[in-house]
């Protein structure tokens, strides 16, 4: 199941997209009775998809009469993995770390998929990259969760875009938090894809396309931290919450500068756009 966060005839909607088209909830709800709610975090809160399974007996809006949106505006956490593919930390001549590098990012540097990554000044930035990920969408509230056990925590998967300021960044190490931080420096869906379609995560390819061309490819299972290690590993040190986003790192980077495009894709989860001003 796809889900989605929309805009259509002046109000915000939590949807399903099906072959026919997107059905928002609450069509589904005036068709079956049910009581989903309109928001896509409370529907994740709820880990209740029984109603959604049934969308294609409501009525659906055609896909270029709705504006996607992120899913929801304020995940409750973003946590974002560093230098987890080889091809990455060579692009920026850097060592993978033994254990997973990670870091959060602020609600405040969120853009809309398919809308504007606003580049800094040039005295807080001369060199950004774009970075396409998968992104995990966790689904329940767990700690100390063992890897057998992490299926039953994700909801589903999405793309995400993640920037970075390298020349922050090349400064100091230390300074990455503030590097991945500036506004419009991060995005993910539109799209959310349940767990159940994906049969096996190692075997997604992620791609970062570029002004229309490719920029970089590299299949999930070579990271060098797997998504399932990931979640387990991190939950010893805090909890996880429903609807938040685990990046789970890029093969390579983008270099961008105004006017350019790109795109995060991942076949058979979505994509994430954005333009470069």
């Avoid at 969120?110 to 396409?132: C, Q, R, T, Y």
């Avoid at 793309?159 to 390298?166: E, F, H, I, P, Y």
């Amino acid at each position: 199941m796809k889900l989605l966060r929309f805009s259509y005839g002046g109000q915000t909607h939590a949807g399903v997209v099906t072959p026919k088209g997107i059905v928002p909830v609450t069509e589904i709800n005036a068709k079956l009775g049910s009581k989903v709610p309109n928001d896509l975090l409370a529907i994740i809160e709820s880990g209740d998809l029984t109603a959604l399974r049934d969308a294609a007996q409501a009525d659906a809006l055609p896909p270029s009469e709705v504006k996607p949106l992120l899913p929801y505006p304020v995940p409750p956490k973003i946590w974002c993995i560093g230098l987890n593919y080889k091809s990455h930390a060579e692009d920026i001549n850097a060592v993978q770390p033994e254990e997973p590098g990670s870091f959060m990012k602020p609600a405040s540097c969120l853009f809309e998929p398919g809308g504007d990554i606003i580049l800094p000044p040039p005295h807080v930035s001369n060199d950004v990259d774009a970075e396409g990920e998968l992104g995990v969408i966790i689904g329940k509230k767990c700690r100390f969760v063992p890897m057998e056990d992490v299926p039953s925590v994700i909801f589903g998967y999405t793309t995400t875009l993640d920037l970075t300021a390298l020349d922050v960044l090349a400064k100091n190490p230390r300074y990455l938090t503030r590097a991945k931080s500036i506004d419009t420096f991060f995005s993910f869906g539109p799209v959310i894809v349940t767990a159940d379609e994906i049969s096996d995560v190692n075997n997604l390819e992620v791609i970062t396309e570029h002004n229309g061309g490719i920029c970089s490819r590299d299949f999930v299972r070579n990271m060098r931290h797997l998504p399932y290690k990931l979640l387990s590993f991190h939950s010893d040190f805090f909890t996880w919450n429903p609807g938040d986003v685990l990046s789970t790192g890029c093969p390579k980077g983008a270099r961008i500068k105004a006017g350019d495009t790109v795109r995060a894709r991942i076949d058979g989860v979505g994509t994430t756009d954005a333009n470069v001003t």
